[in-house]
């Protein structure tokens, strides 16, 4: 098993027993853990607001043809799915780098979620001004 793969394995398991993750390192200054901590909450805050996003287009926006509605709408449940999975792998991953005293790990993921956000906004936006009412 390649090292990338044997670290998402490792990551995985403390997913489901967070407890293991205390036989790493040292333990970090609290601060530390409770501010990766409220980071955790703030990405699961915005998984939870997309998915609500997502079914309001879905439940308010009859008007719109079936693709464009669910598309929209799986578009953002989608961006919630994996912004609330992210979240958790990267409170592991923070938590793993401060016990072992290395440097925060860094992703793409903001990007990525900027990015389909930013498309679902400009979607909605031409459905409002090409199908809204006259």
């Keep these: 098993m390649s090292e990338w793969a044997s670290e998402f394995v ?11 993750i ?6 970090p200054d609290y601060r530390f853990s409770l501010a990766n901590e409220r980071t955790f909450l703030a ?11 997502g ?5 308010f926006l009859p008007e719109l ?9 799986l578009a953002l ?12 792998n990267h409170w592991v991953r923070c938590e793993r ?12 993921f903001p990007t990525v979620l900027a990015l389909v956000v930013g498309a679902v906004s400009v979607t909605m936006a ?4 090409t199908w809204g009412p006259r």
């Design 55 to 59: 079914f309001a287009v879905d439940q």
């Design 43 to 53: 990405w699961i805050r915005t998984a939870l607001a997309l998915i609500a996003g």
């Design 22 to 27: 205390r036989e790493e390192g040292r333990t």
């Design 97 to 108: 780098a401060m016990r072992r005293g290395e440097d925060l790990p860094v992703s793409r």
């Design 65 to 73: 043809r079936w693709g464009v509605r669910v598309g929209l709408s």
């Design 126 to 129: 031409v459905v409002v001004v």
């Design 77 to 88: 449940i989608g961006a919630g799915v994996l912004c609330a999975l992210r979240g958790l």
């Design 10 to 20: 490792r990551n995985l398991r403390l997913w489901l027993s967070p407890g293991r």
